[in-house]
T-cell receptor, first 114, second 113 residues
């Protein structure tokens, strides 16, 4: 199993550009989520999905869109990049079968917006 | 909003020393997880504690869940340079749905040879 994969690893955008961060998992997990990690802030939840066709907002959703057309894929779209979106983005997944929601993380995408 | 406060935020020690990282909240958690993250990688789960007063050991790492399930600690004995990384605690409350965890802000540990 590859686990959770993310592409690209690094990305530089200019203010106003759009892009999609890709995330895929091969563990058949129902739950997938996107976090951003900033120094001293821990991990903050952007959006999450409990299954194909179902998404919801997390703690910091503004400026981001998501969709979930398959169990495996959960892309994150930046509509019009802003410098405040400079961060490291992590995708995670977990099974809803267990009670403890132990999450598996991808390797992250480091995004810089100039 | 449930908050998890981790302390200290930074820890720089010499190889062989012991250390403790704390994770505190005013909320009750049904389970609490500890993750370790190395530079350039995603967090990796170390342990999950679910019962008040529970103690789990993972080699030189000892994890404890408070009796009231509002706090947890991670103790490392005889730290090694390979322990260097960011340690994150994350909790699920009784009302948490679908794996929406609350994360602490993390403790950056540096162990010098």
């Amino acid at each position: 199993n590859a686990g959770v994969t993310q592409t690209p690893k690094f990305q530089v955008l200019k203010t106003g550009q759009s892009m999609t961060l890709q995330c895929a998992q091969d563990m058949n997990h129902e739950y997938m989520s996107w976090y951003r990690q900033d120094p001293g802030m821990g991990l903050r939840l952007i959006h999450y999905s409990v299954g194909a066709g179902i998404t919801d907002q997390g703690e910091v959703p503004n400026g981001y869109n998501v969709s979930r057309s398959t169990t495996e894929d959960f892309p994150l779209r930046l509509l019009s990049a802003a410098p405040s979106q400079t961060s490291v983005y992590f995708c995670a997944s977990n099974s809803l079968a267990g009670a403890f929601y132990e999450q598996y993380f991808g390797p992250g995408t480091r995004l810089t917006v100039t | 909003t449930q908050l998890l406060e981790q302390s200290p935020q930074f820890l720089s020690i010499q190889e062989g020393e012991n250390l403790t990282v704390y994770c505190n909240s005013s909320s009750v958690f049904s389970s609490l997880q500890w993750y370790r993250q190395e530079p350039g990688e995603g967090p990796v789960l170390l342990v999950t504690v679910v019962t008040g007063g529970e103690v789990k050991k993972l080699k030189r790492l000892t994890f404890q869940f408070g009796d009231a399930r509002k706090d947890s600690s991670l103790h490392i004995t005889a730290a090694q340079p390979g322990d260097t990384g960011l340690y994150l605690c994350a909790g699920a409350t009784p009302s948490t749905s679908y794996g929406k965890l609350t994360f602490g802000q993390g403790t950056i540990l540096t162990v010098h040879p």
